[in-house]
């Protein structure tokens, strides 16, 4: 089972940047999904993005649609989330999670966890 450190968050002004991490230890990193999800305050935790094992398919929540990137490299067991003009309805904790179901936008189809990652967004 892989366990998962997310980093890369903080402050930034709308219509910045940020590049959030998530790295992987264990051996089975390659053959899981990963998925970022965020959570507000107040609010449930939300589906952002999603990227297969291979790295072939991805899927967004659509709200981000053309302003985040989710990427992958097996070979250094890790996960960007690209940030890009960013709003202040973007600031959230972002999480990344493993699923083996390959894409998921469903949270209860993740089994491992990051620690979570303050990402905030002023106006």
């Known amino acids: 089972q892989v366990q998962l450190v997310d980093s890369g968050g903080g402050l930034v002004q709308a219509g910045g940047s940020l590049r959030l991490s998530c790295v992987a230890s264990?051996?089975?990193?390659?053959?899981?999904?990963i998925g970022w999800f965020r959570q507000a305050p107040g609010t449930e935790r939300e589906f952002v993005a999603t990227?297969?094992?291979?790295?072939?398919?991805?899927y967004y929540r659509t709200s981000v649609k053309g302003r985040f990137t989710i990427s992958r490299d097996n070979a250094k067991s890790t996960v960007w989330l690209q940030m890009n003009n960013l709003s202040p309805e973007d600031t959230a904790v972002y999480y990344c999670?493993?699923?083996?179901?390959?894409?998921?936008?469903?949270?209860?189809?993740?089994?491992?966890w990051g620690p979570g990652t303050q990402v905030t967004v002023s106006s």
């Open positions: 264990g051996r089975t990193f390659s053959s899981v999904g």
């Open positions: 999670a493993a699923t083996r179901y390959g894409t998921s936008a469903i949270e209860e189809n993740y089994h491992s």
């Open positions: 990227i297969g094992p291979s790295g072939g398919n991805t």
